[in-house]
Nanobody, 119 residues
Framework: QAQLVESGGGLVQAGGSLRLSCAVP????????MGWYRQAPGKQREWVAA???????NYADFVKVRFTISRDSAKNTMYLQMNSLEPEDTAVYYC?????????????WGQGTQVTVSS
């Protein structure tokens, strides 16, 4: 199983910013669409943002304008810049990489990084 490694989570006050990183194996990075998901205590995991291999981005309505997803092919790393954080953004954030070949689909997840926003 490939290893996606998230980092950058932590504790921040409401209104603050954090940048999450997701290191991806090169063999996956160059073929995969990627995204960020989050899971708050007692809630289901939800999609946050996505970026295709060509760099097209899409966002959940609740993070539009505040969050920015990006990918750096030189570093094989995906990012999520989070601004104007709110207590409701508190969750474990997971990165995802996915792609398809002629015979199967591949779906990889990181271990998660905790983001806590205090009011």
């Amino acid at each position: 199983q490939a290893q996606l490694v998230e980092s950058g989570g932590g504790l921040v006050q409401a209104g603050g910013s954090l940048r999450l990183s997701c290191a991806v194996p090169a063999s996956i990075f160059r073929v995969a669409d990627m995204g960020w998901y989050r899971q708050a205590p007692g809630k289901q995991r939800e999609w946050v943002a996505a970026i295709t291999i060509r760099g097209t981005t899409n966002y959940a309505d609740f993070v539009k304008v505040r969050f920015t997803i990006s990918r750096d092919s030189a570093k094989n790393t995906m990012y999520l810049q989070m601004n104007s954080l709110e207590p409701e953004d508190t969750a474990v954030y997971y990165c995802n990489a996915n792609f398809k070949t002629s015979w199967r689909s591949y779906n990889y997840w990181g271990q998660g990084t905790q983001v806590t926003v205090s009011s």
